[in-house]
Structures are given as structure tokens and as C-alpha cells.
């Protein structure tokens, strides 16, 4: 019996050793295709491009091809036999079942249809680029149309429960329904919508005059490194570049890479891109290396990744606390541009809130009102309840509605965003919940460490940087969202907490009582 | 019978097709590699490197894979056939010829053989390393032994004509063998054994204290930028980075990149390394794009390549004429530093003979005799006439019979190249080569470009460029070596050409008659 015992462990083994294996084939295609990707963005030469993407295209294939090889499917499924899977130890079940869920969802797209898709994709953004520059949303209308009918046609291949917009959720945000999110959504649009009345009401615009001086490109720089090292950002785990587009890239555990895009007129744009893709790439430098070369060696979500980004970015760098630690670096960095400049004046300058109509662009409170937005139409378009051809007119509607202003044109509506172009349904909500759970975040972590506060203070964010590791970072995807800020809050998701926070920091800078 | 022609035309093209499609694919796979590869020696955080040779190891596998391929196989075997070869193009007979002989080449070798030869190989480096830092030829001892034993299975694996040594030149100057290079060695050997006797008899010493500053790394880039610019290096096909050895990277045509390695205190060092690597660089950038995708997308042979770095480098650019043009350049960049310095004085400053131990920092002149005493010892060991155990002694007695020197230990004798330990038997002498070829072709230039000298004043090199590039360059390895210089010169190679020039450079500088 024990000889029969030890040789099914055997042949267990021998499986799971050909799956990693297998996985780790898989990575070591998509880090190669991904340090191509990265040197095109921050400086390859004009005349390599057309090769190069070839070669890109050669290499990620591979990659793709392995996770829809039929030995991918083998094993998936001999491990997911339950003989063989309550062996296994949680991190190879929670691999198993994410590669399960994904090898089915490919798998259920014809292949035909998908390589359809792809060409339409590639054309799409250049479709996109073209009609944004000639504000004319006529010219990306067909690609549009049959981008929205590829999405329709995925929610019916894949399936869903309840609404047919939660099976494209569920890419970006596992288990987000849009029950869940309508009611997150209804309060947190009202809750906004209501307090920048309010702020509109007081009259005060926070003087941002400061800011519009010229700023040495190598001395942002400079503050780029400096505020990336007080975070503690892992420099032989990484580099910092530039790109037309700011990003961070995790090509291996050891090497998660960000960039950074310099204008000399705009400092805090700089700064503040730095610390969002900062944010984001320590917690790609920390997931626990037992999930390396797992499918699980990433962010657990998009929304939980993005509250790591917005975490650092708003809730610490634009808090006044921050600020008493911050500017002297600043001072040191430009001494001159600085000179009298109190705390508070920068602290009120880059907290403005603005009737935005761009999303990159906006503040704080403004934004979650752009997401919900294009939440909405979302949902619209995936039912039929939308139809593309109407979309400029009700995207004016709403933010006439939300926000009070109307875009000019197209460019600075309905096709201010890549997203759609690249097929990107289900993602936009992320950014929301991004700031909805760093709140509840900063909520415990104020709680659990007692000097939260004069640790920002005096730029000293070793426990704070711990306390992202323990909590959240080191799971990397071994724990759903709803799992995560459960086993750290107690609770599942809340916007209560972003709109305390929200209430709590512009009734302090616009002076109103809340 | 037309319709049978031309169905076997189509068969043909059809295969045709299939071999240019693999060829693509093994191409690409080499290219993801090399950029990897550049990223590491660029950059790339330390933590990154463990992983980041695994996946270079995975992708530069497959490239390997498909050039052994059964696959691979059948296309050459059936385009050899004398029926199909004579109806190929003349780039896809170059081309089929030169898959060929590659393929044989590896096919001879077990497979278990060249994998016991690459993990050797991969030990060996780290041993060289730490013998050379130890200065202890006896760490490396073991691993040189075997991989000489190596060396010499291949050479009977391949098989060869006359000398088994000529198996080894070939993999680096095809057809070139020991009856040619022993011919051609003797006579250079001679003649820079005397020369450099009636040096050493003037008693000059130039003075080379103007070099001994510092000088700004910002400033010295910007000078290796000005220089690359004028020979005409195309920066929208290629871009300069640092790292610790110089080097050309050809990752596809439109993107063929260098690295130089800047020190305070080594201004020359480096401005000369940019000329060299932008030498080759020429070359890679101009092959013509018909050979894309062909195994001739590449230089005819490494000495050939090596004579346009050196071209550059040593004829051109360490000329009395060049510096006319160039003092001008360096005074714009370094206007304190220079002050009051004559063109002359820099001239003869960085031509300066040594009885340098070190080939890499050898000049024009001992340069030659550090190759042919490594040109007499590989082809001993070879042949068996040298044992791996005598190298020390060996070497130090020629280098005492030529140059008058003796090293004061291993680590500045017979251990200060890298290229055994990486298995580079047969390489050495490509480079003397070079120098030959770069004479001939100079001697051919000046006679073809009426205002060769007047040009080089002028730092007008747009011609001398064109020259290169219609004369070798666009042929890429379309040609042997032997078939290049004597469709540009008229005759083969003859080292009567860089003995001249030797002898009118130093005659010249040193103050003596010829």
C-alpha cells in the first residue's frame, strides 16, 4: 500500500514539476517579448521599429500558443481531478484554478474569430489616433461597432450570472458583479457629485501660479530618484526611464521597471507619475518569490493594484503630512523656484479640484465622477441599451450632468481614451475601486500603526512599506480582492471610506464644514 | 511541358519560401536574445540577471534548435540538388552554400559532445576570471586542457585539408589556411621586428602628458557623438549606451548598436573605441537590404569586418590629416584642456610606440606581434607540438623574442584574453588581418577618390563612406575574402600594403629613413 501511495505522489509530482515547467517556458517568451516592448518605448532607434515588432509578434505568440497548447490543457486537466488536486498545495490549487479559468475562456473563442479580433485590434488604435486628432468620431465609428459586437459575442461565448457586463468584469476585477458595483457606484456618484457643489459653492481656487515656472529636466529627475528611494523603491530590482507614456513593466521579480515622461513646464505631473508608477512597482518588487514562475506572481486584481498606485500617489504624497517631509527635498532640489513658498500654498495648489473634462487629468474628486461615467455606457453598450452611433451625445449628456461641462469636441469626450480601441471593456471601473480600497487600506494601517502619521511626517516609510508587504503585496494573486481587504479590514468592499477621506481633506482646504 | 516547368517552378519557390520563412524565424529568436543580452551589459538591475540568462538561454535555444533542424535539413539537402540549385538566384545559392556547411558542421558533433563542450565552456570563463585575478595560471589549467582536447576532436570531426589548424581559421576567414597566413606572417613578423628596432634606436619618446588630465564623461560623449556623426553612423538605425568592454550589437538592419566605455582619465581610450565600434557599425548598417533575412546578412569574415574597424580607427582617424579636421572638434568640446596644443603634437602623442605587454592596448605597430605569437601558439597546441602545461613558458619567451618584454606574472601574459576560455581558437589572427586588408583598401581608395587626402582634412568622409559601402559593405558574406579584395584590388591579400604604410607612418613620426 505505502509502495502504491508513494508512486501516485510520484506521478503527482511529475505532473506538477511539467507544469511548472511549462509555465516557466511560458514566462521566460513573455519577459523577452515585454524587454522588447520596453526598449521601443524609452529609446530604441525609428528604423528598428518594423522589424522589431515582427519579432515581438514571433516571440509573444509562442507565449500565447503555449497557454493554449493541448499539453497546457492536459495538465490542467489531470490536476483538476479531484484525486489529484486535493494533493496539491494551496498555491498549485489556486494556480490550477486560474489557469483553469483562463485556458477555458480562450478556448471557448473560435480561433478564427479570434485572430479576426486581433487584426481588427491592430487596426483600431490607429483608427482611434486618426479620428482623435481630426475630432471626428465618424472615422473610429466602424472599428468601434464591430469592436463592441466582439465584446457581446465573447460575454455569450464565455457565459456569465446575473448581468452579461459582469463576464468582463470579472477579467479585470474576479468576482465584481455589477450589483456590487451599481450600489458602490450609486453612492459614491451622489457623495461626489454633492461635495464638489459644495466646493464650487465656497468660490476659492487654490493658486496654482507656482507651479507654472520652468523646471530643469535633469533636476526632476533628480526628484524622481529621490522620492522613488524614500518609498523604497528597489533600484537593483529596477530602473527608471523615460516614455511618451508613463509605465511600469515587471519583466522578471528582480527587474520591475518604471517610466517617467518629463516636461519642463509641468514639475508636479512629473512627480506625481513617478509616485503612481512607484506604487505600483513596489508591489510587483514584493510579491513572495514562492509564486514565481506561478500565475500568480502578480497584482490580485487591477482595482487592488491600482489602490497601491493611488495609495502613494494621493492618500500619502498629496497629504499635508507628506508635505512637511517633502518640501524640503524639494527646497533642496530647486532652492531658488521654492523660495517662501509655505507648505500649505503647495498643499492647496496640487489638491485643486477642477470641472474637468479629461480623466488623466483629474483631481481626486473628479474622477471617480469620469469612471462611473464611462461605467454606465459600458454596461449600455454590452446589453444593447447603448448604441455606438449615440455614444458622443450621451457622453456629453452625462458630464454636462456630472461635472457641468461640455466637451468642444470629440477629442476631449467620448474619444479621450485608448481603452476602447484596444478592447479594453471592464477595465475603467479598477481606477475606481483603486481609490475605494486604498482608503479602507489607509484606514487599517493608520490603526495598526500608532505613528502612522508622524511617520509621514518625517518621510519615514519603512513601516508603511511592511505593512503593504504583510498585507497585501506578498499574496500577489493567491487571494481574490473580496478575500484580500476581507482578511485585512474585516469587511468587504466600502466606498464609505473614500468619501470620509474625500469629505474629510477638501472640507479642510476649501473651508467648509462637513 | 511549359505546365510541367512551371510546376516545378512553383515547387521550387515554394520551398524557397519555406527555408526564407525559417530563416526569419530563427532570426527573430536571435534578435529577442541579443537585445537581452545588450539590455545586461547596458543596465539592467542587478537582481534581473539570474532570471534574465535563464531566458536568454530559453530563446537563444530555439534559434539554435531550428538551425539543426530536421527541417532545416530537408530544405538544404533538397536546394542542393543540383536540379533545384541551378535554377536558385545567386543570393539564395550564397546562402544555401553557407547553411550548408554550418549545418554539416554541427551535425558532425554528438549531441552529448556539444553539451559537455557548452557546460565546459560556461565553467570556464569563471575559472579564467579568477586565474587571471589570482594570477595563477593553474586555475585555468585544467579547463584550457580540455577545452584544447575539444578543439581538436572538432578539427577531426570536421575533417580538413593540409594543416588541421586550417579548420579552425575557416570558422572565422573562410578559406584562409596556415599555408597562406605562415606565408604572410613571416614577412609581416620580419618587417615589424626591424621597424620596431629602428624605433627604439631614435630614442623619442612622444609626450603624452596632455592626455594625463581629467576630462568630463558628459564632454567626452558628446565628442564620441560628434565623431560617430561625422563618419556618417546613422543614429535613426542605431544608438550608443555604455558598458564595461565596448562592443557592436546587430540586433536587425535598421538597428545596429554600439557602447563605449568612458574613464576621467582615458579621453583617447574612449574616443578611439567609438571610432572602432562605429567602423563596424558602418558595415552592419550598409549590408544591402536585399540580404536580409539570408545568412549573409552579416560582414564576409572577421577579418574582413576588423579591416573596416581598423580603417577607421588607425588609418583614417589616427592620421595627420584627420587631426587637421578633428583638433577643431576637440577644441570645441575641450577649449581649456587643449589650449595652445598643436596638431602636431597630438599626432605623434597617440602614436606612440610601446613594448606593450597587452595586446588590447597594443599600437599599430606591436599590435601585429601580439597576433602572431598567439597565431604560433594555437596552431602548436593543435597540432600537439605545444602542451596546455608549457603555455607560461612559452609564451613568455616569444613575447621577450619579439617585443623584449617579460610579464611579471600570468595575468599580463598568456591569461589576459578572454577568447580561449570562450573556445575562440582560430579567431586571433582576423585580427591582424584586418590591418592587412584596411591597407589595401586604403591604397585602392586613394587612388579612386582623387581628393582622398583633401576629403579627410575636411572631415568631408561622405565619399570615403560610399566607397566602403558600394565596395564591401552592400556585399555583405555575399562574398568570400578572397573574392572581395580581388574585385577590389585586383589581387589577394599582401601584407606589402601595411608594411608601407607602417613604415611611412613611423619614419615619419620617429624622424628616420626608409
Redesign the interface.
Known sequence: MKGRLLKVTEALQSRVDGLKELIK?MK??T???A??QW?LET??????????S??IG??ATESFKISVSDEMGKYIDELSQPENFDQLDDIMKASIKRLKKEYDRFKKIPSDKYQEYMVLLAQSQAMWKEAKSKKDFSIFLPNLKKIVEFQRLFVELWGYQGHPYNSLLDTFEPEMTVVKLDKIFSELRDKLVELHKRIVATGYTPDQSIFEQSFNIEKQKELSIRVLNSMGY??????MDESAHPFTLK?????VRITTKYEETKLMSALYSTIHEGGHALYEQNISKDLTYTPLNEGASMGIHESQSRFWENMLARSLDFWHFFQKELMEVFPEEFKGISIEKIYHSINKVENSLIRIYADELTYGLHIILRYEVEKGLITGDIEVEDLPRIWNEKIQEYLGVTPKDDSEGVLQDVHWSAGLFGYFPSYALGNIYAAQFVEKMESDLENYQVMVRNGEFGQIKNWLIENIHRHGRSLSPEELIKQITGEGINPKYFIDYLEKKYSDIYGFSI
Not at 519583466?251 to 527587474?255: R, V
Open positions: 517556458r521566460h517568451y519577459e523577452a517579448a524587454l522588447m526598449d529609446g530604441a532607434p525609428t528604423k528598428s521599429v518594423e522589424v522589431r515582427e519579432v514571433t516571440i528597489d533600484f537593483e530590482a529596477g530602473r519583466l522578471n521579480p528582480g527587474d
